[in-house]
């Protein structure tokens, strides 16, 4: 708003418009994104997402899991965001271990739900 020099009044009607034309969107947060042509996102929860790594690295029971860090860069995310989704992982028993210095290790291959 400061950069246009425009009222959050106005960028609220500019972003209700283009939501109209379906090129932004609203997320959590009071924030807007803009949808690009073409481009799926996967609209899935985090700790979702984080649980198809286990899948489609073919990671075993027992295998390393990848750091925070590395999961935070590969869904363009900060890494507290990232540790509340393996926090909800291990929670759920898919992963084991965590925590500060310790590597985590898959506990579980989650079981995927065929949709009908």
Partial sequence: MSDHEVSRGVALRAYAVLRQEGVAEPVP??????????VQ??????????ADVITADGLAVGEAFP???????RFGVSRPTVTRALEKLET???LAGGGQGKVRTVRAVPAREGHS
């Fill in 92 to 94: 759920a028993g898919v």
């Fill in 67 to 73: 750091s925070a860090s590395a999961l935070a860069e």
């Fill in 41 to 50: 996102v996967d609209r899935r929860p985090l700790h979702e997402r984080i």
């Fill in 29 to 38: 947060g009071g924030r807007w994104r803009v949808v690009r042509a073409g």
